[in-house]
């Protein structure tokens, strides 16, 4: 009888974590809906800003996919908040560093592995 309820209780205890460990709702979330309705976005200058938001949205995407929901759903309420106000997100993403941009542009280029194979060929 005392195994039956620790077994049942053991059960609850583990349905519920599970329910906690639930995906993150990026869809659910309406980003690109929010980036297109703030006609700040959509100017011109402000373009690059645009492409830095829907790079932390597609990031979140990746996190979800690795199964790190908690950082998927701190970077969606980050994405959501700059998407809420475009001047800040604009002013925060003002840097105009051309050798830090010209750097990080270097860190993003995929480097060729110790052994010399490229590391995603392209086909023939």
């Known amino acids: 009888m005392i195994r039956t309820r ?3 209780a ?40 645009l492409r830095d938001l829907r790079t932390l949205r597609d ?4 996190l979800d996919a690795f199964k790190y929901t908690a950082e998927c759903e701190r970077l969606l309420a980050i994405v959501t908040e ?13 840097d105009t560093d051309e ?11 995929p480097r060729i592995p110790a052994g010399g194979n490229e590391p995603n060929p392209k086909p023939r």
């Open 99 to 109: 050798d830090k941009a010209e750097s990080l542009v270097q860190a993003r280029k």
């Open 10 to 49: 053991a059960l609850a205890l583990g349905l519920s974590a599970g329910a906690g460990q639930a995906a993150c709702d990026v869809t659910g979330a309406r980003i690109e809906e929010k980036l297109a309705g703030k006609s700040d976005l959509q100017q011109d200058a402000n373009q690059q800003t």
């Open 59 to 62: 990031a979140a995407i990746v």
């Open 6 to 8: 620790l077994l049942i």
């Open 82 to 94: 700059l998407a809420a106000n475009p001047e800040r997100a604009i002013e925060q993403g003002g």
